[in-house]
DNA sequence: TCGATGGATTTGTACCAACGAATGGATGAT
DNA sequence: ATCATCCATTCGTTGGTACAAATCCATCGA
């Protein structure tokens, strides 16, 4: 990697880079106008817009015409996936995501699609089915006051819930994960894994995301007491918008 | 799947992006050259430069002169947050990442550099530092097969670890928290934070990233048995390189 | 046979020019 | 006073050109 940083679109980069870190260009602050940033460095428009090309990538400015480029504002909310599982407080009836965003005042709401489909190798081997097995999915489109918060597709065995209500559309108040318990599969084991990459386009356009913007991947496969895979939980997270955090003991 | 995205170089990418999603480039593919695309399509070499821009930018392929620009593998690799704190084998001396790495057969090595420091408000706050308390910080830069591979700042309170071995240069075999626990102060209780962002330019140069590769920050935060904070550790986790997986019972 | 050298290829950086698109504000009409 | 329209500003897209830098590879020399 290039240490020396010689390039003109590189100087003008870094610059603004430590303005936008030292709070020089606090958030929703306005960078110079590309004109004048022509101006200042003596350089083309071109290299400008490399420049802030870069700083878009990073996540760090968004830019719109006639209103320029801003600084964006980047600060996550909390998220804990352990409580997902765990027991609601009662009386509480209401999904998991639902009741942790109203505990925080904002107003949860979401869309919701059930389909029957021939999941993707990825799925289908993290639920142990077969080439032609089939599973139930119920892909979810999360809001927070409105706008566009992550995405969370639950794959079901397809054997396992087709007389249910997860195979059939609509809300489940109460959950899936009671439904399953309903049908005598109570998860007792699940596994996390959580990577990061850049969107790819569908994700970028349904979830709204401003360039530059990593997602988090975490998907969660829960057992039964049996050791059987009954559900796996993709969730899309843009990154700007969530902090995961788990809560461990130690033996 | 694909909306209009009705400038020209979207629509490069886009088919670029599909050949590449579809296994038609597979890792280690050499796309058209930048000649070749601009007579095929009949655009500019602007143009072509802005969706190869693009694609870069989702981390699918690297450029370099001469060698053309190539389609990346990125497949990552398994890491256990939850096992860095467990028990080691008997008679393993090692730490949690050189044994880890190891088992896979590849080859681990770190440099480690250790400071005095007046932390950063994120650090001292976890810590429960006052504005003048100091930390000690022992700074890793972990390789993997002579590869950058990730990055651990492991913080501790000055006065609790400042006459032992903690503070002093040098690799710790059998690892800092066992030190910690010679010391008295055990840690039962860990609270790990994880997000995602794109990488700063230190970040990049020093482990090498390439460009579109997010990074995952990963902090965890040590408790003693009186609920002190006794350890800070933050890693910078390259995305392309990490998959991070828990394992959770439930009761 | 092996190494050095130099040309060809391909990407990297930088410049200029033009027009399109979106928006905020000023202006004018009702 | 209110609303519609127009205009100036600013970013978005595309075309073009030139030279630099890195690398591959073939050729030449020891």
Redesign the interface.
């Known amino acids: ?1 290039k ?1 020396a ?1 010689s390039s003109l679109y590189q100087q003008v980069a ?1 610059d603004l ?1 430590r303005a936008i ?1 030292s709070g020089d260009l606090g958030p929703g602050a306005q960078l110079p106008t590309e004109a004048h940033l022509q101006d200042q460095y003596g350089v083309s428009r071109n290299t400008v817009r490399l420049a802030l ?1 870069e700083l878009v ?3 760090l400015v968004t830019r719109a015409p006639r209103r320029g480029t801003i600084v964006r504002d ?1 600060r ?1 909310l909390l998220m804990y996936p ?1 409580r997902e ?2 027991a609601q407080p009662r009386g509480e009836v209401r999904e998991a995501f639902a009741y942790a965003v109203s505990q925080e005042g904002r107003e949860p709401s979401q869309t919701i699609e059930v389909q029957i489909v021939s999941p993707v190798e990825e799925i289908a081997s993290r639920l142990q089915l077969g080439d032609r097995d089939l599973a139930v999915v119920r892909r979810r489109l999360r809001f927070v006051d409105g706008q566009p918060y992550n995405t969370n597709d639950s794959y079901f065995p397809r054997t396992l819930v087709q007389d249910s209500e997860i195979a059939r559309p609509g809300d489940i108040a109460r959950g899936a994960n009671r439904v399953l318990e309903e049908l005598g599969h109570k ?12 969107p ?3 994700e970028a ?1 349904r979830l709204q995301l401003e ?2 913007t ?3 991947v975490y998907i969660r496969v829960g057992y039964d007491s049996a050791d059987t895979p009954v559900r796996v939980a993709v969730s899309v997270l843009p ?2 918008k ?9 033996r």
């Open positions: 990697m240490v940083r870094s880079r870190y090309g990538n990073e996540g980047r996550p352990q599982l765990a998860q007792v084991r699940v596994v996390d894994d959580i990577m990061a990459r850049m790819n386009q569908e356009e360039l530059g990593p997602v988090v990154a700007d969530h902090l995961i955090r788990y809560e461990l003991g130690l």
